[in-house]
């Protein structure tokens, strides 16, 4: 699926709690994926001392008291926080709620 406009183009892979798997190509202007993924309404959360905590993801909601966070990924490695992540063009990024 492809979302948003603008020159830079990065992939977005959105694994759910039950393990299914949504890809998405982003088209943005933004300079951080945590920009281009809220403008998209693709993400919510609470701005916290360490910046965005991620509680919602292609509308799923994890509980803040539950035992799952979304975690994400660059070109498949873990990463900071996504409001702190600048763009890179062509890369592949990934939401997945993980179990602590």
Do not use: C, R
């Amino acid at each position: 699926t492809s979302l948003g406009e603008g020159e830079t183009t990065f992939s977005l892979t959105v694994t759910d709690p039950e393990g299914t798997e949504t890809s998405y190509e982003i088209h943005t202007d933004a300079t951080t994926v945590g920009d281009a993924l809220e403008s998209l309404d693709l993400i919510a959360g609470e701005e916290g001392s360490y910046g965005l905590f991620v509680t919602t993801v292609d509308g799923v909601t994890l509980p803040s008291d539950g035992d799952q966070y979304w975690a994400s990924y660059i070109d498949g490695d873990a990463s900071t926080g996504v409001d702190q992540t600048e763009i890179t063009a062509g890369a592949s990024y990934a939401l997945k709620a993980e179990s602590m």
